[in-house]
């Protein structure tokens, strides 16, 4: 069972006392409220709005793209794996054959592990297209 503790009334008469700093910061306080900076001219050039995709690549412990490349059948058979992925891997797909130019055939998303699989040896490709778009 707990039980409360006294504190004696000296105590809760205390007033309490500033320190050198705190009455430093509280004597240099402005006591009228600052006027608002003036905004930018409206003549310089926007930033460039980010697009948003409904995908998002995530990166190895290292900050890197996790892009692979991978031969199988004896090494004749060449393929990029692309891992991490999150988000609508079919758009992902598209917006990959669109750039590199390839056919939907050549892309497979594998809906087990979540991979997306390209024909052919494209790393550099690939890590420029996510670089290109900020991914």
């Known amino acids: 069972m707990l ?13 309490p006392t500033l320190t050198p700093l705190l009455r430093q910061f509280l ?15 409206q003549s310089l050039p926007r930033q460039s709005q980010k697009t948003y995709f409904p995908f998002v690549l995530g990166r190895s412990r290292t900050n890197n793209y996790s892009v ?14 692309i891992k991490k992925i999150e988000g609508n891997r ?4 598209q917006e990959l054959a669109k750039a590199l130019n390839l056919s939907p055939n050549d892309i497979k998303v594998n809906s087990l592990t979540g ?11 690939i890590v420029a ?3 290109e778009r900020g991914l």
Do not use: C, M, W
């Open 3 to 15: 039980r409360p503790t006294l504190l004696p009334s000296r105590l809760l008469r205390q007033q």
């Open 27 to 41: 004597s240099t306080a402005p006591s009228q409220p600052q006027k608002p900076s003036p905004s930018p001219p």
């Open 68 to 81: 692979y490349q991978d031969a199988k059948r004896g090494g004749n058979f060449k393929l990029t794996i």
């Open 90 to 93: 079919i758009a992902f797909k």
């Open 115 to 125: 991979h997306v699989e390209v024909r052919g040896h494209h790393r550099s490709e």
């Open 129 to 131: 297209f996510l670089e």
